[in-house]
């Protein structure tokens, strides 16, 4: 066996290892901190990644014949087809709204429950990981845009189920005083058409260092909502 090829097998296995230590520590995190994935669909990529190189890890450490060959090719894509099918059928539960600073420093993330509307904040850590910050008063039936005015504020425009417009605004880092702010602004036209007409003017106070700054957003429009 060549040497480079020794040296990619063990590679792909580092790869596997910390992969795996990652989904441990998770679950760990998870039991003592209450904290989880920022987006769940997270734990299922991890796990494919895990199968993935493992498999390769073990095809280019070990000679194999056909046989075996042809058998671990299988395992990976029962295992890879396996996670597939659990990430959908979650997606189908749960509803991640997840989005990364311009800056890449910050990571805004919502979980709605797609039956009820119900969805909570999150506030990130490591940006891998999250707490549930607090709930969003209104449930969400519709997704709108999600804008980063900066990169420590972002907001998400969003239809509740009496078909009103809603903002919530996330802030981080020294703004994270901020309570975040809903506002209702404008009914749905309804009729069929997927538009939401301008947003009116809102006006925000932010703690910054030595004194408070006002952000004022107006003539926002948003169209197609998601469910």
């Excluded at 075996?68 to 087809?81: A, N």
């Excluded at 597939?84 to 509803?95: A, F, S, T």
């Excluded at 909570?120 to 449930?139: C, I, M, N």
Aim: charged share 20%; proline share 3%.
């Amino acid at each position: 066996m060549k040497k480079w090829v020794k040296r990619m097998g063990i590679l792909t296995f580092l790869v596997t290892l910390v992969f795996f230590c990652l989904q441990v520590c998770s679950l760990i995190v998870q039991y003592i901190y209450q904290a989880e994935y920022i987006d769940d669909r997270l734990f299922y990529l991890f796990n494919m990644v895990i199968v993935t190189f493992l498999g390769i890890s073990i095809f280019l450490m070990i000679s194999l014949n056909k046989k075996f060959i042809t058998l671990i090719t299988s395992i990976i894509v029962i295992l890879i087809s396996i996670n597939v099918y659990l990430m959908y059928e979650r997606n189908q539960e749960i509803k991640n709204i997840t989005n990364l600073s311009p800056n890449g420093k910050e990571v805004f993330a919502i979980k709605k429950k797609r039956e009820t509307g119900e969805a909570t904040y999150y506030r990130s850590y490591f940006k891998l990981f999250g707490r549930p910050h607090q709930e969003v008063p209104d449930a969400i039936d519709r997704v709108g845009n999600l804008k980063w005015l900066t990169d420590d504020i972002a907001v998400l425009t969003y239809m509740d189920k009496n078909q009103d417009i809603q903002q919530f605004v996330g802030t981080y880092g020294d703004r994270r005083m901020v309570r975040p702010i809903i506002m209702s602004v404008v009914t749905y036209a309804g009729s069929g058409k997927e538009e939401i007409r301008k947003l009116p003017l809102i006006r925000m106070e932010l703690p910054s260092c030595n004194r408070a700054t006002i952000i004022f957003l107006t003539g926002i429009t948003y169209n197609n909502l998601e469910h």
